[in-house]
Structure formats: C-alpha cells, structure tokens
C-alpha cells in the first residue's frame, strides 16, 4: 500500500505565478515531512521539512503546509522560476522509524517561461 | 558539504552478471540506505544499514544484498542481474541518533540489464 501518495505526475505552471505541488499520507505516525528536488541524471537534493508540532514552514520562496486531519502537506513555490523545473518528491518519516524515509511517487514540475 | 559519491553513474550488465554498486560518504554517518527510483513509484527502499556489519531489509529486497565492512561505505550487490532489475540506484547517508531527518544522496547510478 503507498502510504505517502502525490496524485499529480505533472504540474505546468507559468513564470512568476504559485506552483502548489500537493501530497497525502495515511499513516498516523509519520510526524516529519520532507520535499526534495531531483533534476535528471542526479540525486534528490532537500528542500525544506515540516514536523508535525507545526502547521507551516517557510524558507525563501518555499513554503510547506502541513494539515495534521487532513493528512495532508502541500509545497508552495513564488514565484516560480524556470529553473525549479524538476521532479519534486514528498517524504515521510516517524520518530519510531528509525530515519527511514518513506516516499511518493513524485510530480514533474514544469516552468514555462 | 556532505558528499555522497557512488561508483558509476552509467553501468550496462547482463541477464545472470553479478553486479556490485558502491556508495561512499565523506562525514562519518552512521545510516547509510539504498533505494530505486522507477517512473510512477517513486523512491523505494531496498535495504538500510545502521552500523559497520548491520543490515536490515527494505520494502523490496529481494534479488538483492547489501554489504557494510566500513562505516564510510556501503555496496549494493545484484548476486544474478534480471531485466526487471534495470533502474536507477540512489544511496543516501545520515547521521544517526534521530534528530533531523534530511538524508544525503549520490548522484545515482543508472543501471541497464540487457
């Protein structure tokens, strides 16, 4: 079963306007979260994290929200930029999980100039 | 900066070859983990080590087994290559003791069974 699901395999979105990458879980003990960015042919490189005592968390352009009832976290980027075009991965994890990291499927974000 | 650094980043085997992926960090982390990366599934784990000699099974093990002789590197073995195996290999590397959870990765290895 995928606990951590991204329901969007692509996202387009105009220069300079909100790109909102979105991301559900099911399981009640995932209690951080994280985005990472892949280009291709490289690594997953961190974005930012979210724990579950808080409900947002910024850093730059980025901001990720974090809706505990809902299950649910979604990444905002502005403006966008062409070079956040990437595939953007979810990730989630528990206290009692030992740092595994446990991932979505990815959405490919792209920016049109 | 942590670098995390694996042995090749393109890699062309045969059905049956036995094949060896390396994985080194530099910044003496004690979880090391290697995962697959496949269109429409994501990152999925394959096994993970904690220490020198310790291993534990992923979400899909088999057809794999990993080996950790020293703390800076962990290697990924495919003791007999099948097509379904081709994929990209991602190792990542964090310090241990809970904490943040960002782990590190390499740059992949793109393997191709033929």
């Known amino acids: 079963d995928q606990q951590v699901k991204q329901n969007s395999p692509s996202l387009s979105v105009q220069e300079g306007r909100i790109s909102i990458l979105n991301c559900d879980y099911t399981?009640?003990?995932?209690?951080?979260f994280l985005w990472y960015k892949k280009y291709p042919a490289e690594g997953p490189t961190f974005l930012i994290s979210?724990?579950?005592?808080?409900d947002k968390n910024e850093d730059g352009r980025f901001t990720v929200f974090l809706n505990k009832s809902a299950k649910h976290l979604s990444l905002h980027i502005v403006p966008s930029q062409p070079g956040d075009s990437a595939v953007y991965f979810c990730a989630a994890c528990s206290s009692e999980g030992a740092q595994k990291l446990v991932f979505g499927q990815g959405t490919r974000l792209t920016i049109n100039p | 900066d942590v670098k995390v650094t694996q042995s090749s980043r393109y890699l062309v085997k045969r059905t049956g070859e036995k094949v060896f992926l390396e994985c080194v960090q530099d910044?003496?982390?004690?979880?090391m983990f290697w995962y697959r990366q496949d269109p429409g599934l994501g990152l999925r784990l394959i096994y993970f080590?904690?220490?020198?000699?310790?291993?534990e099974k992923g979400d899909i093990p088999e057809g794999y087994s990993v080996s950790r002789e020293k703390k800076e590197r962990f290697s990924l073995i495919l003791e007999s290559a099948s097509t379904n195996q081709t994929s990209m290999y991602l190792c990542?590397?964090?310090?241990?003791?809970?904490?943040?959870?960002?782990?590190?990765f390499g740059p992949g290895t793109r393997l191709t069974v033929l």
């Open positions: 399981n009640s003990m995932f209690d951080y």
């Open positions: 910044m003496d982390h004690e979880n």
């Open positions: 080590s904690y220490d020198v000699k310790m291993k």
């Open positions: 979210i724990s579950s005592i808080k």
């Open positions: 990542a590397s964090i310090q241990g003791g809970g904490g943040r959870n960002e782990q590190f």
